[in-house]
């Protein structure tokens, strides 16, 4: 871990994508403009830099170190892998930890920006809620929806097995000393999801 660190804060005064590709360019200086006429032109959101100091970064590992949030989520819009490493091993999440850009960090937790959205939404935390979320078997914001209308018992009657496969008591899960907290908040924010939009012609599809 301290070496971790030690690099990434060398890294800091480094002058970036001296061989990126024109998206790594447009993410590190925050054009947006340029970012997103890069992605609709289906630039590579996992192309790998080769200059020494960045070797192997993709354009979410400079949004992730640049703090530029607004470009790393259209990286993941447009397909970017969350979990991709550098020559190092580092991943973006270690470049917005160490740099302190704890939006993009809780965003790069999340994996997707519509889970982060939804968190945020219902003033919840990426790093105390969407664990348990993570132990129900929730990777994204589509496994929500069957969870609605379970009460608290259904909701997470088998959550202690699913993280540790012990069926440890609740003090032992990612959650605690607040767990009561933690579960009444996601059940309250699962139940109160938007309904469904009517399918489409459904007025036809009753006449019918």
């Not at 200086?29 to 032109?41: C, E």
């Not at 447009?78 to 580092?90: I, Q, R, T, Y």
């Not at 959205?117 to 914001?141: F, N």
Request: proline content about 6%; glycine content about 8%.
């Amino acid at each position: 871990m301290f070496f971790l660190y030690l690099y990434l804060s060398m890294l800091g005064a480094v002058v970036l994508m001296l061989a990126g590709t024109d998206l790594h360019k447009a993410v590190g200086s925050g054009d947006m403009s340029a970012v997103m006429k890069l992605l609709q032109a289906r630039a590579d959101p996992n192309a790998k830099d080769q200059a020494v100091e960045t070797l192997g970064w993709s354009p979410l590992h400079v949004a992730a170190h640049e703090g530029h949030f607004d470009a790393a989520r259209a990286l993941l819009e447009f397909g970017a892998e969350v979990d991709g490493e550098d020559e190092k091993g580092f991943k973006p999440s270690n470049l917005a930890s160490s740099r302190g850009h704890k939006k993009i960090h809780a965003l790069l937790m999340a994996r997707e920006p519509k889970m982060l959205d939804w968190l945020i939404e219902h003033k919840l935390s990426a790093y105390a809620h969407l664990p348990v979320l993570r132990a129900m078997g929730v990777q994204t914001t589509d496994d929500l929806e069957p969870l609605r209308g379970l009460d608290m018992g259904e909701l997470f009657a088998d959550i202690a097995h699913r993280l540790d496969g012990t069926g440890k008591k609740a003090q032992s899960l990612p959650c605690a000393p607040k767990c009561t907290t933690i579960k009444a908040a996601l059940h309250k924010a699962i139940n109160t999801l938007s309904p469904a939009p009517p399918p489409a012609n459904a007025d036809d599809k009753e006449e019918l």
